[in-house]
């Protein structure tokens, strides 16, 4: 569930042919790969033991998805079984084309920053700036561009003095993020997300490179995809490491609003 910061986010020939026709129609259900008037999707971790079986459910680590009755994100937040600690993004303001306007980034609970963003004349991405619990300018995106869809494939984020802090890339298989890198300031690359999507455009794997200490570190997940309820949504999946051992079990609880 979770991505780059700041997807408020090179397209296909077709996405670039298309992109005045294309750009801003579509919600973010569409590009979540959600089917169906949904209103909230809980995505519940459970515990696997040696045998694959499955245990009780992680009390730590629920992500949370909510949208408005316009397909549009509201929040995409993890929280514990009791409902607290929420960390993540929750969006507060949108302008007419669903372009986010504020952003609010909280941490176990808490406002840690916000994110405004500003569209260009046209309606495009403009300048992002993000302030601290105090208000004051912790750092700023510009330099975006964006695909057919209208997603961000490429942005800098700079300190307040215009210092350049990071080159973000992000990469797309038609509506569907597919992973990306960070670069530091120097352009070298820091992070990078690699995803492999099935035919339902879910993804099958996940490699995740991050550099430490010099060397990097390379994760890769495999998903399994057990359970699909009648809208084509997906309730239930296996999380697989490199070596095919199950390390756990998704479960969905999708909330449809009622036509």
Same mark, same amino acid.
């Given at each position: 569930m979770k991505k780059f910061i700041l997807l408020l986010v090179t397209g296909s020939p077709f996405l670039q042919s298309t992109a005045q026709k294309s750009i801003w129609r579509h919600n973010d259900l569409f590009f979540d790969n959600l089917k169906g008037n949904i209103e909230k999707v809980k995505e519940i971790p459970y515990s696997v033991d040696s045998s694959?079986?499955?245990?009780?459910?992680?009390?730590?680590?629920?992500g949370v998805l909510a949208y408005n009755k316009a397909g549009y994100r509201t929040m995409d937040v993890s929280e514990n079984a009791f409902g607290k600690g929420m960390s993540g993004q929750v969006y507060i303001k949108?302008?007419?084309n669903g372009k986010p306007k504020e952003i609010q980034f909280i941490s176990n609970g808490?406002?840690?920053?916000?994110?405004?963003?500003?569209?260009?004349?046209? =309606? /495009?991405?403009?300048?992002? @700036?993000i302030y601290d619990e105090a208000g004051?300018?912790?750092?700023?995106?510009?330099?975006?561009?964006?695909?057919?869809y209208g997603k961000i494939i490429f942005m800098k984020?700079?300190?307040p003095d215009s210092t350049l802090q990071q080159t973000i890339i992000n990469n797309y298989q038609e509506q569907i993020?597919?992973?990306?890198?960070?670069?530091?300031?120097?352009?070298?690359?820091?992070?990078?997300?690699?995803?492999?999507?099935?035919?339902?455009?879910?993804?099958?794997?996940?490699?995740?490179?991050?550099?430490?200490n010099g060397l990097?570190?390379?994760n890769r997940t495999?998903?399994?995809?057990?359970?699909?309820?009648?809208? =084509? /949504?997906?309730?239930?999946? @296996?999380?697989?490491?490199?070596k095919g051992e199950v390390r756990k079990i998704v479960k969905r609880e999708i909330l449809y609003r009622k036509s």
């Open positions: 694959g079986k499955i245990g009780a459910p992680d009390s730590c680590c629920i949108r302008y007419h808490k406002v840690a920053s916000t994110l405004l963003g500003t569209p260009t004349k046209d =309606g /495009n991405y403009g300048t992002a @700036r004051k300018l912790v750092s700023f995106y510009d330099g975006v561009k964006v695909n057919g984020s700079f300190k993020w597919v992973g990306g890198s960070i670069m530091d300031s120097s352009g070298k690359e820091i992070f990078a997300t690699v995803i492999t999507l099935n035919e339902n455009l879910y993804p099958s794997e996940v490699v995740q490179t991050q550099l430490i990097p570190s390379v495999k998903y399994v995809y057990d359970r699909i309820d009648e809208h =084509g /949504n997906w309730t239930q999946r @296996r999380e697989l490491n490199d």
